[in-house]
């Protein structure tokens, strides 16, 4: 049973707009979120996180939105550069459950950033 | 600082052998866990400590050993290697949640 769904496998956006990962989840125990970016041949680096007490956060082009209610969270890249062309991760994890090491996975998402 | 390494970067072992990733971190992070990467999967935990002396399982465990017998190094075991744990490994570490520090990895082949 996957508890982090990332529904689109790939997607491309051209230079200067924006992108838009997604990713819903089903475990209600889940309460921090995070998004990793991962290159060819390199370990994922992380890249963004939101507590579920918020329903925004921004970092420089990066916001990431959640939506308690609809197990849904997304990230925008405003505007998308070809460097940003990587597989992009979202993850999940219950803070408050004795569990706050583990982090569960989606399947992540290819974003092609096109010149 | 060097961060998260793993070594070696590629193996390729016959089904039965066993052998040993290595990963160590220099940043004093308490927690690090092992995952995999499988094609179309995405990242499973295999293993993590959240300190020398304390492991645990995580999601896909078996076929795997851990131990943790200082807060630097972090070795997964694989103790007779088969073919479904072909597969890219990596070692994270962190000292909260909520940053996980990942390695470059290794790309591990079992015929």
């Known amino acids: 049973d996957q508890q982090v769904k990332q529904n689109s496998p790939s997607l491309s956006v051209q230079e200067g707009r924006i992108s838009i990962l997604n990713c819903d989840y089903t475990?209600?125990?889940?309460?921090?979120f995070l998004w990793y970016k991962k290159y060819p041949a390199e370990g994922p680096t992380f890249l963004i996180s939101?507590?579920?007490?918020?329903d925004k956060n921004e970092d420089g082009r990066f916001t990431v939105f959640l939506n308690k209610s609809a197990k849904h969270l997304s990230l925008h890249i405003v505007p998308s550069q070809p460097g940003d062309s990587a597989v992009y991760f979202c993850?999940?994890?219950?803070?408050?459950?004795?569990?706050?090491?583990?982090?569960?996975f989606g399947k992540g998402t290819l974003l092609t950033v096109n010149p | 600082n060097a961060g998260v390494t793993q070594t070696p970067k590629f193996q390729v072992l016959k089904t039965g052998q066993s052998m040993t990733l290595q990963c160590a971190q220099d940043?004093?992070?308490?927690?690090m866990s092992w995952y995999r990467q499988d094609p179309g999967m995405g990242l499973r935990l295999i293993h993590y400590?959240?300190?020398?002396?304390?492991?645990d399982q995580g999601e896909v465990p078996n076929g795997y050993n851990v131990s943790r017998s200082t807060t630097e190094d972090f070795p997964l075991r694989l103790l007779s290697a088969a073919p479904s744990q072909t597969s890219v490994y990596f070692c994270?570490?962190?000292?909260?949640?909520?940053?996980?520090?990942f390695g470059p990895g290794t790309r591990l082949t079992v015929t």
């Open positions: 994270a570490s962190s000292a909260s949640l909520h940053e996980q520090y």
């Open positions: 475990n209600s125990m889940f309460d921090y």
């Open positions: 939101i507590s579920s007490i918020k």
């Open positions: 993850a999940a994890s219950e803070m408050g459950g004795g569990s706050n090491y583990k982090l569960t």
């Open positions: 940043m004093n992070h308490e927690y």
């Open positions: 400590s959240v300190g020398a002396g304390i492991t």
